[in-house]
T-cell receptor, first 116, second 111 residues
Framework: DADVTQTPRNRITKTGKRIMLECSQT?????MYWYRQDPGLGLQLIYY???????NKGEISDGYSVSRQAQAKFSLSLESAIPNQTALYFC???????????????FGEGSRLTVL | QKEVEQNSGPLSVPEGAIASLNCTYS??????FFWYRQYSGKSPELIMF????GDKEDGRFTAQLNKASQYVSLLIRDSQPSDSATYLC???????????FGTGTRLTIIP
């Protein structure tokens, strides 16, 4: 089983619908992230959380919300989906990045969302 | 100006040659630099990280950092077809906090 699991892997929805993307991890990491990837635009940070009580906005948080339900779970919601939110979404985790730790991001397999 | 800039490519390199990928960044406070490889349809995976000026080698990969010029590069020696992927440069102010990614360079190794 993958260490960082995203559900659903693919989702097609209509404009105005509420969508939730879920992420769970078994790596024991404190830090979790949601990124969005569009062709030619690289990875853009939506939200991140450094522990259960910590939520921070990233570069492109408008239209999105998140919930950190537990250390291992971090969900992303689109309250009212719009077509320009069609993208590939990645959840990622990392350790604290202290000492010799690289601070490497470990990514889930991605959730492809299409908003019609 | 984007914070982390990469040539989008595609960059085509013959098998066995050296592939050179470049990245510039705008934040002089950046301290951590990462190269991720992403195969088509897959998630990114870390291949190199570097914190100090100079070169860091790991097998066929060498990362080069020049903080004065705000420039980081990745060299891939003896390029193989399996190296064909998009390479993402990422920069962070400290450790792993809030990585900023470049748009990626698509590399194709020609057999």
């Amino acid at each position: 089983d993958a260490d960082v699991t995203q559900t659903p892997r693919n989702r097609i929805t209509k404009t105005g619908k509420r969508i939730m993307l879920e992420c769970s991890q078994t790596k024991g990491h404190d830090r979790m992230y949601w990124y969005r990837q569009d062709p030619g635009l690289g990875l853009q940070l939506i939200y991140y959380s450094f522990d259960v009580k910590d939520i921070n906005k990233g570069e492109i948080s408008d239209g999105y919300s998140v919930s950190r339900q537990a250390q291992a779970k971090f969900s992303l919601s689109l309250e009212s989906a719009i077509p320009n939110q069609t993208a590939l979404y990645f959840c990622a985790t990392s350790d604290r990045g202290t000492g010799t730790n690289t601070g490497e991001l470990f990514f889930g397999e991605g959730s492809r969302l299409t908003v019609l | 100006q984007k914070e982390v800039e990469q040539n989008s490519g595609p960059l085509s390199v013959p098998e066995g040659a050296i592939a050179s990928l470049n990245c510039t960044y705008s934040d002089r406070g950046s301290q951590s630099f990462f190269w991720y490889r992403q195969y088509s349809g897959k998630s990114p995976e870390l291949i190199m990280f570097i914190y100090s000026n100079g070169d860091k080698e790991d097998g066929r990969f060498t990362a080069q950092l020049n903080k004065a010029s705000q420039y980081v590069s990745l060299l891939i020696r003896d390029s193989q077809p399996s190296d064909s992927a998009t390479y993402l440069c990422a920069v962070a102010p400290f450790g792993n906090e809030k990585l900023t990614f470049g748009t990626g360079t698509r590399l194709t190794i020609i057999p």
